[in-house]
């Protein structure tokens, strides 16, 4: 059985979860089995947004503390690391209509998050999505 992606970024966020926590108590992992844990199919787009996470994590959560007002992302609990960073990660770098990202990252932090927790990320995300346009409407001049 096939999941379709909003499920898919449920077992994404789950395997960032893991994958912060594995980081944050120096505990060595692969993050293929990391993956295999949580989602035994072979999945492109999983693998695409993990290994997107994991490369550019530095540079992602620079970007998440950029507009994260007065926070940084390391008062979030891992989850909703996960889920910001995820949603970052497919802004940033794949071909997911913005609005579909945000309302899926917005609909995992309703599911998982706090009511505070998902209006910070729905607003990190929206200044992300807007500097990014910002930044290609200056570039196509």
């Not at 998440?64 to 989850?79: D, E, F, K, P, V």
């Amino acid at each position: 059985m096939s999941l379709n992606r909003s499920e898919l970024r449920t077992k994404i966020m789950t395997i960032l979860y893991q994958i912060n926590v594995y980081e944050a108590n120096k505990v060595e992992y692969n993050v293929d089995d990391v993956i295999k844990s949580v989602y035994e199919i072979d999945n492109e787009f999983v693998k695409e947004i993990v290994y997107g996470v994991v490369t550019y994590k530095d540079k992602l959560i620079n970007i998440a503390n950029t507009y994260l007002n007065g926070w940084t992302i390391n008062r979030l609990g891992n989850t909703d690391q996960a889920i910001l960073l995820m949603g970052i990660y497919e802004l940033m770098y794949t071909d997911t209509p913005p609005i579909v990202v945000i309302n899926e990252s917005v609909n995992l932090a309703k599911l998982y998050s706090d009511d505070k927790v998902k209006n910070m990320i729905n607003a990190c995300l929206d200044k992300v999505y807007h500097e990014k346009v910002d930044k290609e409407d200056k570039n196509a001049r």
